[in-house]
């Protein structure tokens, strides 16, 4: 049975965070089960802004996926806005009012490891998505393969460099060193670059995943190193982006080449003109889908079904793809994923137009 003196000590934060969860979306829906017939309301907590994919694409995919397989259900949805403490917060509001299942994408997974105790210790699932907390098991953990993806973008830039024979050395920018993923990413990044023969000239782990910290740091480093970068390995989209604008600021031309990973529209457009080398295709609607699948086979009282374990949590981890200006329309654009009028605006018309994305 949930207890009630966690949600007394939480109703401070929880008046706080949250307004008023409708009465629909109690706990107690999810105790009167019938058969495969489930309800009750899910809390989707995701981590900050900073990437504009949790607002753009997992906050609707996983509303959408949640109400065709429940009608009943209700979703609660909070963004951390990169704030581990008010995101703490809202998971407590979240516990107090009585949620059944929550999914979590952490601020900062190392603290993160209180939400999930918190929430196991009134008898609620946690599936963490995304990042992962390796220091408190969750009941399930839904993602793309991070330490994959790391060294397929690294292996991609170097095959990259090789072809073009490039000289020199590399820029390695890393995600947020308070973020799992982002270390998983980085030890793959590590590993895609090993046993080549460019160095890593410097290393940076952004703090908050923050495309401007990522780009004043690659602004120090073209000090140092200006005419000895062959290319930067970034983590993500917005490292990437950052990476590129301080190349460009600096009058770096051509920018060497750069790496991304989240496929966000803003990278797609900088492949379509040259000024990023790649990102990776991880189609959102796959992680969503999956996270609401596993959430509402909580509420039935089933267990979802994962293909791996990973930090004493049974884990379902899917593939990405690596997108280049080679592969994108196809990719990309074929797949639906984006459409033409949603990236070749502007500026980026006439380089659609050269790789047939219309």
Do not use: H
Not at 33 to 46: Q, V, W
């Amino acid at each position: 049975m949930k207890t009630t003196n966690f949600r007394i000590a939480a109703v401070a934060a929880a008046v706080l965070a949250l307004g008023t969860l409708a009465a629909c979306g109690s706990g107690d829906d999810s105790e009167g089960k019938d058969g495969d017939k489930a309800s009750g309301t899910i809390a989707f907590l995701m981590p900050d802004r900073a990437s504009t994919r949790y607002e753009e694409q997992d906050r609707p995919l996983f509303e959408k996926k949640v109400k065709e397989l429940c009608e009943d259900c209700k979703v609660l949805y909070q963004n951390g806005d990169g704030d581990p403490n008010k995101q703490q917060q809202q998971a407590n509001s979240a516990i107090a009012q009585g949620v059944d299942v929550l999914v979590l994408d952490a601020v900062d997974t190392k603290a993160a490891a209180t939400i999930v105790a918190n929430a196991q210790a009134q008898d609620i699932p946690v599936i963490t998505y995304d990042r992962p907390i390796t220091t408190k098991p969750a009941d399930f953990y839904v993602s793309f393969d991070n330490e994959g993806i790391g060294k397929m973008i690294a292996e991609s830039l170097v095959k990259k460099l090789d072809a073009d024979q490039a000289d020199g050395g590399l820029l390695m920018v890393y995600g947020s060193p308070t973020d799992d993923a982002a270390q998983l990413i980085k030890k793959g990044m590590k590993a895609g670059v090993e046993g080549s023969k460019y160095e890593m000239l410097a290393e940076f782990d952004t703090p908050d995943w923050n495309p401007q910290k990522a780009q004043d740091w690659v602004s120090g480093q073209i000090t140092k190193y200006r005419d000895d970068i062959a290319g930067a390995v970034a983590a993500n989209d917005g490292t990437g982006g950052g990476t590129v604008a301080a190349l460009k600021a600096a009058g770096i031309d051509p920018v060497p080449p750069v790496t991304g990973n989240d496929a966000e529209v803003a990278a797609i457009q900088r492949i379509i003109a040259g000024e990023q080398y790649n990102t990776i295709s991880k189609p959102i609607s796959i992680v969503a889908s999956a996270a609401a699948e596993a959430a509402v086979s909580f509420l039935k009282g089933e267990e979802p079904k994962a293909d791996t374990e990973l930090f004493d949590t049974p884990s379902q981890l899917f593939t990405p793809e690596v997108v280049t200006a080679e592969n994108v329309k196809k990719v990309i654009f074929d797949s639906k994923i984006y459409t033409a009028d949603q990236v070749c605006t502007g500026a980026y018309a006439a380089g659609c137009k050269k790789l047939g994305i219309n």
